[in-house]
């Protein structure tokens, strides 16, 4: 996928990040919403557009493991399986640390991830120097859309930074397997 990316409108979407703010932004399948993981702020204001309970826990996508190394448990194991779906967007469900706030694990002690390799949403990660919160730009009973022009309308809210850009060739969300087992869980 070779898509034209305005150094400018990442630029400006980093600006949103660190003011605390919620973006949207292209990734492989559909239209993600985002912000720094660690701010419980951010987070709640995304989880509010939302309306998705606290208690579900949330996607960390990264441009590397090492990007996300501070909140899992890693194991040379755990590095293989995710080293060896690089060429495939999978998100995994790993161990997570004790610190990782309950705003992103929800009722879970594990966490979701994925190494992305969207080019706006990996330039993101590179520029912000670490992961993001990444889950469908819609409200959780809603279907999620690929089209940037109806996130703000879905969302019902105007207020919200939008990185243009194509979505990835993906039919559907990416799957979601189990580090250790590999069962698919979405």
């Known amino acids: 996928m ?3 990316i305005s150094p400018f409108k990442i630029r400006q979407a980093i600006q949103h990040i660190n003011q605390g703010d919620v973006i949207a932004y292209p990734t492989e399948a559909i239209y993600g919403l985002g912000c720094n993981p660690l701010d419980e702020e951010a987070v709640l204001k995304l989880l509010a557009l939302k309306k998705r309970s606290i208690d579900k826990g949330l996607i960390l996508i990264a441009s590397s493991v090492e990007q996300l190394a501070p909140y899992l448990q890693l ?3 755990i590095v293989s399986r995710i080293q060896a779906s ?4 999978v998100t995994w469900v790993t161990p997570a640390q004790a610190w990782v706030p309950k705003w992103l694990t929800g009722t879970h002690s594990s966490l ?3 190494i992305t390799k969207h080019p706006i949403a990996r330039l ?3 520029e912000n120097e670490g992961p993001l919160v990444s889950t469908s730009a819609n409200i959780s009973t809603m279907p999620a859309t690929k089209k940037p022009w109806k996130i703000s309308k879905n969302l019902n ?3 919200l930074f939008v990185v243009p ?3 990835g060739e993906l039919k559907q969300a990416t799957p979601i397997l189990d580090v250790f087992s590999h ?3 979405r």
Do not use: D, H, N, Y
């Not at 690089?86 to 967007?89: A, F, G, I, R, S």
């Open 124 to 126: 993101l990660c590179v």
């Open 112 to 114: 979701a991830i994925r």
């Open 2 to 4: 070779t898509q034209i």
């Open 86 to 89: 690089l060429l495939e967007p």
């Open 157 to 159: 809210t105007k207020k």
């Open 183 to 185: 069962q698919k869980l």
């Open 165 to 167: 850009g194509e979505v």
């Open 75 to 77: 194991t040379e194991t």
